[in-house]
């Protein structure tokens, strides 16, 4: 497949994903969602990317926000029917079963965020700055900004956040809980690539259950949330991965995974 807007490379068993618009700071428009569309299906399907990397092109951004231009033609319909566009690719990150981590390079705001904040891990370059402006352009954040990120630092901040329409520096986002952790800018991609090789390299299956019951017993009650943990559960124990895990540690040895 063939994208003028994202880039998408394949080494082992890690593929990495960049935003490729930087003279608009990588800001998405409707070609952008449905190319990242068409590639996060694709890398769902392939069995050898075990992780995936979401990071933008050039020096200064991850993904500075929906496409402003695009964004001022919008009439009502057509801004939910956009929203629910790109909620429902943010979805497909989500919900892709394996990790997903936004290498944040630069600034990630408003769609941008919420981009990142649909991804399961975020490393942040120092000196990087994220928010959610979009009040400052008379609306709210459109693609679950306002669902994710008060799931991810509670209500008052993310209302913080949105009303004020400030941008935060990435030690700010770390005291908060939005990134995971925050490195060197000139070590952001080394990090990211150590970590998406640690993850591509544990078990699949197990991989994919703990993504499912973290995400999806967050969603529920905690009677709900422990039962679906515990069905998952049950299906890591049927897994050669389980037996190979277990048997080795006992005959004290590395085990060797199949991803079964
Ligand atoms: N959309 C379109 N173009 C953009 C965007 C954007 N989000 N961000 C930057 N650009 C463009 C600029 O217009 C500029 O283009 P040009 O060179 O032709 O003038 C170029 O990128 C470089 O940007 P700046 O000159 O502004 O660079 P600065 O370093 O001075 O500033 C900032 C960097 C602070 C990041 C600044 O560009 C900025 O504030 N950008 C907009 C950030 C923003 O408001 N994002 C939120 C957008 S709304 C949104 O994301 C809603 C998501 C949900 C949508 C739901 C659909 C209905």
């Not at 069995?47 to 933008?56: D, P, Q, S």
């Not at 057509?78 to 690719?89: D, N």
């Not at 700010?172 to 060197?184: C, D, P, S, T």
């Not at 009650?221 to 540690?249: I, M, P, Q, R």
Request: aromatic content about 4%; hydrophobic content about 45%.
């Amino acid at each position: 497949m063939e994208y003028s807007n994202i880039l998408v490379e394949k080494t082992a068993s890690l593929a990495t994903v960049t935003v490729n618009r930087p003279q608009v700071l990588n800001a998405l428009n409707r070609q952008t969602i449905e190319e990242l569309e068409c590639a996060f299906y694709e890398l769902r399907a392939d069995e050898a990317v075990r992780a995936v990397i979401l990071t933008g092109a050039g020096p200064k951004a991850f993904v500075a926000g929906a496409d402003i231009k695009e964004l001022s033609q919008l009439d009502a319909s057509q801004g939910v029917e956009f929203a629910r566009r790109g909620q429902a690719v943010l979805e497909l990150i989500e919900n892709l079963g394996k990790p997903v981590i936004a290498a944040i390079n630069g600034y990630a705001l408003g769609g941008g965020l919420e981009l990142a904040m649909a991804c399961h891990l975020r490393l942040a370059a120092e000196g990087i700055k994220v928010g959610q402006p979009e009040i400052n352009l008379g609306v709210i954040p459109g693609f679950g900004g306002t669902q994710r990120l008060a799931r991810l630092v509670g209500e008052g901040r993310a209302l913080e956040l949105v009303l004020g329409g400030d941008q935060i520096d990435a030690a700010e986002a770390h005291r908060l809980g939005l990134v995971n952790q925050v490195v060197a800018a000139d070590k952001l991609m080394e990090q990211a690539r150590a970590l998406g090789e640690k993850l591509a390299g544990k078990p699949a299956l197990a991989v994919r259950y703990a993504l499912e019951a973290v995400h999806h017993g967050l969603q529920s009650s905690l009677a709900e949330g422990l039962n679906l943990e515990a069905k998952l559960f049950g299906l890591c124990c049927a897994t050669a991965d389980k037996a190979e895990g277990t048997g080795a540690f006992l005959e004290k040895r590395r085990p060797r995974f199949s991803g079964r």
